[in-house]
């Protein structure tokens, strides 16, 4: 089944529903805009308890208000600042604590896992392929750690310097945090999904202590020097999460817009799920 052409909505809340191509099983675009926590995650479940064996898979774009999650295992102990005003939300994905906020792309990945014949630990590498292929189409190098799911800032390739990648700003955030992921696998279904920071107030992740990785520092995307826009983002990463998640062959990277911004602190300490 084609994919249908994408618009880039106007207005995220009013943007029309899209089909991606995604293997064989197409994948439902939903862009539900600026939404509590609570609200998505009361949804994502409802969604995944009613879903039979012939529900579309779905990928919900969201950004949310300030909020803390703490994971199933996660230990209230890992925020730091009690006294933040930031709520904290207890929640049925793995991992511990981290942070979602205003400037952040989440994607909640409603995928039926059996369908797809995909194991979990599949799924999650497919995942983090996508957000890297996102972020190298805005020339930034990035790469995972073993053991630690989520994706990091590495060490620009020769081709990405000749591309203009910024080396300098790379350096200074070697190592550095810029997407999560945390997922919750029911009856072969996920729910939750990945966090991409693209421009945020980055200061709340100074107040948790995710999987007691004190000093692990985020970032966004405007840290490493791309002005990028949310909404250009998010569709770029629902596109190639879809591609990822269908098995379809990897495809370049193609350059996208984005402009240079001026240094800024980042926050020094990390969030994972």
Known sequence: MPATPLALPQDIDDAPDTVLSSGDYPVALRWRGLEPYQQSFDAMRAFTDARTADTPDEIWLVEHPRVFTLGLAGDPAHLLLADSGIPLVKVDRGGQI?????????????????????????????IEEAVIETLASYNLATDRKAGAPGIYVAQPSAQQVQEGANVRLHGLHLGAKIAALGLKIRNGCSYHGVSLNVSMDLQPFLAINPCGYAGLETVDMATLGVAAGWRDVALLLAERLAHQIGGLPASAAQPQDGTTVEDRPAATTGSTE
């Open 98 to 126: 981290t942070y979602h906020g205003p400037g952040q792309i989440v994607a909640y990945l409603l995928i039926d896992l059996r369908r797809r014949k995909l194991m979990v630990r599949e799924l999650v590498r497919r």
